[in-house]
């Protein structure tokens, strides 16, 4: 788990990387200010997908498989309950597993963040 201050800086990435899960269409600008959001928390590129893999997708890709997804961007602060009571509760040890299923999720936003990716690589924002 976190401490308080890298979770302050980590909330504003952990709601701008939820929107890659709202059952919604993304345009250039969308990436772009995610893309930004992830620049201005200081993050590089890798990071950021590090921070998508084990922190925000585990939390936010059962929203794709919903017959009727949410569509409204979730607030920061109901992110930030939602992602550290999941990093509190994840195991303490990785395996072969978890590697597999966090991989597996991240194939639903795998496209969009792509696009973030080439906008943070471009420096776009």
Not at 74 to 88: A, F
Request: proline share 4%; with cysteine; glycine share 4%.
């Amino acid at each position: 788990m976190h401490n308080a201050e890298e979770i302050t800086r980590r909330a504003p990435v952990w709601r701008a990387l939820s929107d890659l899960f709202l059952d919604t269409e993304l345009d250039e600008t969308d990436f772009a200010g995610i893309a930004e959001t992830i620049r201005a928390a200081g993050f590089t590129a890798d990071q950021a997908e590090e921070i998508l893999r084990f922190e925000v997708t585990p939390v936010f890709w059962g929203n794709m498989l919903a017959a009727a997804g949410e569509w409204e961007p979730w607030s920061q602060s109901q992110v930030c309950e939602m992602v550290c009571k999941r990093l509190r509760s994840r195991p303490r040890y990785f395996t072969w597993f978890h590697d597999w299923r966090t991989r597996r999720q991240m194939t639903l936003v795998r496209p969009d963040w792509r696009r973030v990716r080439e906008c943070l690589e471009r420096g776009l924002v």
